[in-house]
């Protein structure tokens, strides 16, 4: 076992006496020593209920064999850290979240990693160590809050509230009703109840092959979900003493089909950048045009929140992520022969599984849309390609106006708080990508501002920034090469007319490639990162969107 290195032998007699301080014994030494990566905070709603989860994993393990030790993680709630400086801090700590695990599991030598989950950022740091280790490992997720209700019986969520201050801004509601919206739309732990970040990860963690089968969708704080703690918990050891490892799981073909499935639920455009991350981690190429082939052939068949009206809840009852695959299956080729941390395969676990409301879960003969929920664009304005959730672009498929240049998120919302945002207006944040930010800011606060003022579909929102899984409207995310790193946006002036067609996948503007050059060349020097410490050395070490904004020149131990 890996974990002979710090317990077998005579050298090792130092190392045996501190872990007997711990309580593991002679007997627990011929056992393999399985990490348990809790990220337990008790600001982050999502993760609030996890140190019990905690107990019955390391439970759970005991009793399958192993030899359990938590340790923790960070965690950082997007939601929270919306609209402020704390934002900076979200995309940075995938990193740091990253880089933990892969001290804790290496310090100690752990045979087996079991990484409980939830939220944005915590998912892809976690998977990001572990295809980085290739450890035995699995996810299990803490599971998404239900939807919540108003005493009129209207089911809202967190996004509801962020475009209940828009409304209020332009008069359409009071400040009794939104609080009404405030009192109701988080009823509970658990993740946020749209398919939004943290549940889009989870959902995509079953599709990898590294999660068990409905670790996305069935709800926190349920028996069912206790349940699954359990079955992980056993599942590990399993895996650990099979010597089952990550690489062996996630291949590109694994890749594809997580992909498949995120074209077919819409999921959050941040599941890109965090699939570029988790694909580097596991030394695989996976080029961002290979992302619109799979859109053309995978039809969108469900319209969770923000993009329907359905709830994660709706999703788990009409069968999950196993349901849409299963259906899936009868439009394109997956990789079923593929192993999976259940110890089946791919082919094995979808055995059997149908859907079981083809209101959520669309047949593929009658889709929500004929294309895939995600795409990239690419031209003038992108060479290097551009991130849209057309999933939740409402139906508008080409909008061609004048810019609105903003350098920061905070004047862009002002603008459109106060009303001078205008419809036929392209809304143009930069200076927000990984460098420029530095961290990629989520701009759920305009996207929801516009919503709120009426103008969701008919004013475009193009930035090097990202979106929360909640945004929804025709917005234009991780446009790269970012302004910051001389990229076409920072040449765009208020005036510019910019072109974007979801059809043709194109995001342009109509100036000539001299213009743009000149410029460029003609611009002020973007000024160094004013922030210190830590975010200061991610602004300087960070890469471009489109590959993941990984840390440039760390490659994946392979």
Known sequence: MRSDRIKQGADRAPHRALLKATGVTDADMAKPFIGVCNSYVDIVPGHRHLQKAGVVVKNAVRAAGGVPFEFNTIGVDDGIAMGHAGMYYSLPSRELIADCVETMVNAHAFDGLICITNCDKIVPGMLMAIMRLDVPALIVSGGPMPAGRTPEGE???????????????????????????????????????GLFT???????????????????????ETKERGELFTRAGQAIVDIAIKDLRPRQIVTREAVEDALALDMAFGGSTNTILHTLAIAHEAGI????????????????????????????????????????????????????????????????????????????????????????????????????????????????????GPARVFDSEEAATAAISALEVKPGDVVVIRREGPKGGPGMREMLEPTAQLQGVGLGEEVALVTDGRFSGGSRGLSIGHVSPEAAAGGPLAAVRDGDVIVIDLDELKLDVELSQQVIEERLENSEPVPASAHTGWLRRYAMLVGSASRGAVLDGFEGVV
Do not use: W
């Not at 359409?172 to 993740?191: A, F, Q, V, W």
């Open 155 to 193: 089911a809202v969520d967190l996004v509801s509230v962020f475009e209940g201050v828009g409304q209020l801004h332009a008069g359409r509601i009071d400040e009794e009703r939104l609080k009404i919206l405030e009192d109701t739309s988080c009823p509970s732990c658990g993740s946020c109840s």
């Open 198 to 220: 943290a549940n889009s990860m989870n959902c995509l963690s079953e599709a990898l092959g590294l999660a068990l089968p409905y670790n996305g969708t069935a709800l926190a």
């Open 285 to 400: 190429d996976f080029p961002l045009e290979r992302l619109n082939e799979l859109s053309r052939r995978v039809p969108q068949l469900c319209a969770i929140r923000p993009s329907g009206p359905y709830h994660m809840e709706d999703l788990h009852r009409a069968g999950g992520v196993p349901a849409i695959m299963a259906e899936l299956r009868s439009v394109i080729e997956l990789h079923t022969d593929r192993p999976t941390v259940t110890g089946s395969t791919l082919g094995e676990d979808l055995a059997g599984v149908e859907v079981k409301d083809h209101d959520v879960i669309r047949p593929t003969s009658n889709p929500v849309y004929a294309r895939g929920g995600l795409a990239v664009l690419f031209g003038s304005l992108a060479p290097e390609g551009a991130v849209v959730k057309t999933a939740g672009a409402g139906g508008v498929r080409q909008h061609r």
